[in-house]
């Protein structure tokens, strides 16, 4: 382990229901408070779902719920901060679950440092990309390419960003994504005409997040954290 | 012992929040950091959490209300 650097955990979850996902979530956060663990970075694909945070509200789905039923679409209110989104196949949803103390950031740094985490990873495809005033999120051109939002408990961080791979945009034409009406959307597909792998998105993910809060993390799996925890 | 609540200092001092709901009620028993509220800005979900065991004595802010972080919300009577 170089000097000065956290060790942690690396889980992704694959493609995994949100509702299960984020009782894995909440147990590793528990975990952390605890102190019984060390910081962990949770990764996953959703089948598609809106999700609605704390700043939300269900007027911001626009389509009848038999609309939903036939896109197949399920809804839940959930505790992170923001308003309406959409999470499908295609789109990485990632949460580190860090010590605000450890990584010496305030909420609102540490919100801005994701931001910069994403610019990062998407440079690296040579997307331009940009934030803006007042709209919290990574930015191509018009379009909204990645959104954040995260929850902080005893100063543990928890939720985080989701990134447009290759998602079907057409289902956020369905919300206000974020709350905001006509806002555009897009993906790294749309942009480049083409999507990376999943694999090599989340491997510069991976020591783009490590280099930004300091710590190194083993790759493994859930089975392997809940057997840790459970000793 | 009386504690105060307050919206925790792990956002900028100047930030406003909104509080989006009380967990918990007056008069209510609590164990130390145990969720009593949930404060909210338009990107970041912040827990209040009990400093101690104790009994919520007194709500101070209600929900819809705009706070600076630091704010005492409320306060709880230590046991």
Not at chain 1, 130 to 153: L, R
Not at chain 2, 18 to 26: A, D, G, L, M, P
Request: contains cysteine; aromatic residues 8%; proline residues 5%.
């Amino acid at each position: 382990m170089a000097a000065g650097k956290r060790m942690g955990f690396w889980v992704d979850l694959g493609l995994m229901p949100y509702a299960p996902s984020f009782e894995i979530q909440n147990r590793v956060l528990q975990a952390r408070i605890e102190g019984r663990l060390a910081p962990t970075v949770i990764l996953q694909e959703n089948p598609p779902i809106f999700t609605i945070g704390r700043s939300g509200t269900r007027n911001n789905i626009l389509s009848s719920p038999e609309e939903l039923r036939q896109w197949g679409i399920d809804v839940l209110e959930v505790n992170r901060g923001g308003d309406v989104t959409y999470h499908g196949p295609g789109q990485l949803v990632v949460s580190p679950l860090v010590y605000l103390g450890d990584v010496g950031l305030n909420a609102n740094q540490y919100l801005h440092k994701l931001e910069d985490v994403l610019m990062e990873l998407l440079a690296n495809y040579d997307i331009k990309t940009h934030k803006t005033d007042g709209f919290p999120g990574v930015w191509h051109e018009e379009s909204k390419i990645a959104s954040v939002g995260i929850a902080v408990k005893h100063g543990f961080t928890f939720h985080g960003f989701s990134l447009n791979v290759d998602p079907n945009l057409d289902a956020f034409n369905l919300i206000n994504p974020c709350g905001v009406s006509r806002m555009r959307v897009s993906s790294i597909y749309q942009v480049l005409g083409q999507a990376p792998p999943m694999a090599e998105v989340k491997s510069q993910l991976k020591e783009i997040v490590e280099r930004s809060f300091k710590m190194e993390t083993r790759v493994t799996s859930w089975q392997d954290i809940l057997e840790h925890l459970e000793c | 012992m009386h504690y105060d609540i307050e919206i925790p200092p792990t956002a900028d001092g100047a930030l406003e929040v909104t509080i989006v709901s009380w967990i918990k009620n007056e008069g209510d028993q609590v164990s130390k950091g145990q969720d009593l509220a949930e404060a909210t800005t338009e990107k970041i979900t912040l827990y209040v959490t009990a400093p101690a065991k104790g009994t919520l004595t007194k709500i101070f802010v209600k929900v819809g209300s705009k706070v600076k972080v630091g704010t005492v919300i409320g306060s709880l009577e230590g046991i």
